[in-house]
């Protein structure tokens, strides 16, 4: 049984600039068409430049989540057109929303990252910065690396007429037990970007103290997690919005 926990904070630049938390996921478990339950994770972080960045990203996560269920509802096994099908559903969702509100879709802009899981196989994908970190057996791995672009202080978004061009998809066949997906807020803590590995002492106590709880003990560590990303000694590194999904299958 799964046992997942997430949170999206305010980062200081944003606190004191009084805009609001432009960063949202969702993370839960799916119950496929043959009974089988996939785990669903979603994570996106709104465009800083963008006007409606952090309403992007909401309807980014709640659209991909919901257009996933629908998948899994009528096939166990998902290929990349499914992906590119989740992508699609999210741009057009996006798409209404700034034509009702007489914007363009540049000012949703927002990544997306996601990660389904089932029994011995996985499906990851990402547009943009951010990552997503997995563990088959005792090795944590980074799936694709932070798609910054050509440029500094740059990267890719969902909304972006190319965007299917930069849309990275991996589909495993291994027994995938734990994870962690998260924006770009926290990529310098998480991963080791002289080494190109995860940073396994930012995940390690985290998902330990993961290990030992039930499923039912896990809502209650998501304002623990969210106290974390808030504590002064991670705004001393970052400013940014921050947020981490974290999940595991294992017992300790």
Known sequence: MWKVIRASVIGTSH??????????????????????????????DGAGSAQEGGTGAA??????????????????????SDVESWIADVRSVISAAAEANELSDRDYACTLLGAVVGNGAAVFFQIGDGSIVVSSGSALGVVFWPDAG????????VTEEDALS??????????VDELALFTDGIQRLALSFEQLTPHYPFFEPMLNVLRKRSPDECAALDQQLALFLESTAINERTD??????LATRRMS
């Open 15 to 44: 606190a004191h600039s009084g805009q609001p938390c432009q960063d949202d996921c969702r993370a839960d478990v799916v119950g496929g068409a043959d009974g089988q339950e996939f785990l669903v994770c979603i994570v996106s």
């Open 59 to 80: 309807l980014a996560c709640s659209t991909a989540r919901a257009s996933i269920a629908a998948s899994l509802s009528r096939s166990k096994k998902l290929a990349e």
């Open 150 to 157: 050509p440029y500094a202080n740059m990267t890719y978004f």
């Open 166 to 175: 930069h849309l990275h998809v991996s589909i495993t066949h291994t027994q």
């Open 240 to 245: 940014d919005d921050k947020t981490l999904v």
